[in-house]
């Protein structure tokens, strides 16, 4: 056998398991590669799924303001046409505005950054038209807040609707759109904005009658 037969064979000795060890190198790679990425999907899963429940819990939970807001009860009064005239129950007295108050902050301040953008907005926008009714309640006896809450009825009804209907928007439309946007940080109405629409509540409008409160 020639030199250059050896060679030729000694090669081919050698080609055969660097070709094997070659084969084994990659699809260890290749598996751990995909392994790493199914992980890594599913680590993504588990944390999508936390914040849909998150999400989902903090709307479910907010749904309970708009109807606190719309709850009304009877005054035992009647009006011209003998319909009993309603007051919201959270005008009850002081010590209930102020426990409604605490709930809403809680539901508010502490979940506010898994509602969805008008939602947000529309929370604080209430929050801080609460904030101009615990002004006026600050300055009546206790007894007035339900002639308070006969006055705003229609102010805290609309912000009621509105609050459910994002909720719901949320709930039935947007409720797989789980990812958040770390650049959305609006998280109110302009000033020029709110202050707009507060001149448009019946809490604003009719201030000489609640002006009368104070003293009656």
């Known amino acids: 056998m020639s030199i250059s037969s050896e060679r ?9 398991p660097i070709i094997g060890l070659l084969g084994v190198l990659i699809g260890v790679v290749i598996s751990n590669f995909v392994s790493w990425k199914l992980k890594s ?6 944390i999508l799924e936390k914040i849909f429940d998150k999400r989902l819990k903090a ?7 708009p109807k606190l807001l719309r709850t009304t009860t009877s005054s035992q009064e009647t009006d011209e046409n003998n319909y009993f005239i309603t007051y919201p129950l959270i005008l009850n007295s002081k010590e209930t505005f102020e426990n409604f ?10 979940r506010s950054h898994w509602f969805e953008k008008d939602l947000r907005k529309e929370a604080f926008f209430a929050q801080d038209y609460l904030q ?23 102010d805290l ?9 994002k909720i719901l928007d949320f709930l039935l439309i947007d409720i797989h759109k789980i990812n958040i946007n770390s650049k959305n940080r609006e998280f109110e109405y302009s000033n020029e904005l709110k202050s707009k629409r507060l001149k448009k509540t019946q809490l604003l409008q009719k201030w000489y009658e609640i002006e009368k409160l104070k003293t009656k």
């Open 41 to 46: 999907k599913e680590s993504r899963l588990k």
């Open 8 to 16: 030729i064979e000694l090669l081919n000795n050698l080609i055969t």
């Open 132 to 154: 101009n009714v615990k002004k006026r309640i600050n300055d009546i006896p206790d007894e007035n807040c339900k002639e308070l809450g006969k006055i705003i009825k229609a």
């Open 157 to 165: 009804k609309e912000i009621a609707d509105i609050l459910e209907e």
């Open 101 to 110: 108050l605490l709930k809403f902050y809680d539901s508010t301040n502490f």
């Open 59 to 65: 709307h479910e939970e907010f749904l309970e303001i």
